[in-house]
């Protein structure tokens, strides 16, 4: 599979950083960043790549050349084939696509080259084949929701709403963000119906006509069961300010960024939900009755930021029950993870057992009522998180503020902590007046 690198940007934001270079130079660690993406894909088997490149394009064509030669810093083969566009005009950052057309012949990796990743390719790609759509997002949250394009996705995955920026947002909205890795299919040029010739020539407002990715090729898709988002928890980061820069920076040095790749065992922190991330109020029905427990937010940044992967945990009987329907439980989530998104926080997955054994209440749900293997004390939702995201269940930790979360942990084989003003021993490894309190100890 091709790998199509977009490389063309002029990278104005983070110009104080280094103006007399492309964007995809500056260096991380002291090797240039579209080096470090060449590097990641290669290792995965793509090495069939083709670079669009603009401003100082030329840096980059005499730095890597047709990729048969050695990285001037390391010594390294970089060990591809790489061919070049060089785009004379402004194009927008998806014309260059209908220049190179004749050379998509079959479904191919689009990527962002102002972003630091480590990613598992095949997986992605794997992901985009079982679900044969013509196009699959790489999705994940981020520490800045309020600020990013938003992707709204079905339950098989599919893309049912994209919400850029600009565009009015629900009040309470899950974070799922695109990450800027794509695998498309060529055929989305075709839907497109954009005159190739025409792109790069003066319009008929007076200038270039550019072609703008998000908004004019893959928005449309939504909604329409063509368009997929793969969701993962692993790295990737846009560099395109300063600041995010500078964080790109610390992140590799501490080993985050490569050990995110879920080719590589992960560890996690699991989280109760009711009584250790929201006040306690019994069984939560009404949304209006979710509330943060102060200092939650800032522990989930130190999870994040610890290079633990942040997974809720919970037991929903009241789905069973009939007192909470799906969608009703969906916004409670959603809600949960705005609120923690406002504070630069982010969850990086969400399981609950919307299951209870005892029958006997009106309007119960007879297809939950039954002894499942999820509910906890029983292991099954951390052992699914396990399978679907390489967890090493005994470097993790369950956290949870009842018998059932420390049983649970303990029965699937992690380190556990009972968090609350509580003497109680279940077997609990630790015991913690609050989630920030162990996340502090665990630091």
Request: with cysteine; glycine share 10%.
């Amino acid at each position: 599979m091709k790998a199509v690198i977009m490389a063309g940007g002029k990278g104005t934001r983070i110009s104080s950083v280094a103006s007399d270079i492309p964007k995809p130079m500056i260096k991380i660690e002291g090797i240039p960043v579209l080096e470090r993406e060449i590097e990641c894909l290669k290792e995965q088997g793509f090495d069939d790549i083709i670079i669009t490149v603009s401003h100082l394009g030329n840096i980059i064509m005499d730095y890597f050349g047709d990729g048969s030669g050695k990285s001037p810093v390391t010594g390294r083969s970089f060990g591809v084939h790489i061919e070049y566009y060089f785009e004379k005009e402004p194009l927008g950052n998806a014309g260059a696509l209908f220049k190179i057309k004749n050379k998509l012949t079959s479904d191919f990796l689009l990527l962002n080259a102002d972003a630091m990743f480590d990613v598992d390719f095949n997986r992605f790609v794997e992901y985009h084949n079982q679900h044969g759509g013509l196009v699959t997002l790489f999705t994940h949250p981020n520490s800045h929701p309020y600020d990013s394009g938003l992707i709204v996705a079905d339950k098989t995955g599919a893309v049912e709403k994209w919400l850029s920026k600009e565009d009015e947002r629900p009040q309470y909205y899950r974070n799922r963000v695109n990450a800027g890795l794509h695998v498309i299919s060529p055929k989305v040029l075709d839907l497109s119906k954009i005159d190739a010739e025409t792109i790069g020539k003066i319009g008929n407002d007076g200038k270039p006509v550019k072609v703008d990715l998000d908004r004019q090729l893959l928005k449309p898709l939504a909604g329409t069961g063509k368009m997929f988002c793969y969701d993962s928890p692993e790295y990737v980061k846009d560099m395109g300010t300063p600041d995010r820069y500078y964080s790109v920076c610390a992140d590799y040095k501490e080993g985050r960024v490569t050990g995110k790749n879920l080719r590589n065992k992960q560890k996690a922190v699991f989280l109760d939900r009711d009584g250790t991330i929201n006040k306690y109020v019994g069984f939560l029905r009404n949304i209006d009755d979710f509330e943060l427990i102060d200092g939650v937010a800032e522990a989930i940044r130190k999870i994040n930021e610890s290079g633990y992967l942040a997974i809720v945990v919970t037991n929903q009987p009241v789905i069973a029950r009939g007192e909470v329907s799906f969608a009703e439980l969906e916004e409670i989530h959603n809600k949960m993870e705005t609120l923690l998104g406002k504070e630069g926080a982010y969850l990086d997955a969400i399981y609950y057992c919307p299951h209870h054994p005892h029958k006997g209440y009106e309007g119960e749900r007879p297809e939950l009522k039954i002894d499942c293997e999820c509910r906890k004390p029983k292991p099954g939702m951390l052992l699914k998180a396990a399978e679907d995201f390489n967890i090493d269940l005994s470097q993790s930790w369950m956290v949870g503020d009842g018998e059932n979360d420390v049983k649970s942990g303990i029965n699937a084989g992690c380190k556990t902590v009972l968090v609350g003003n509580s003497d109680k021993d279940y077997g609990q490894t630790k015991t913690q007046k609050s989630l920030l309190e162990f996340m502090k100890s665990l630091a």
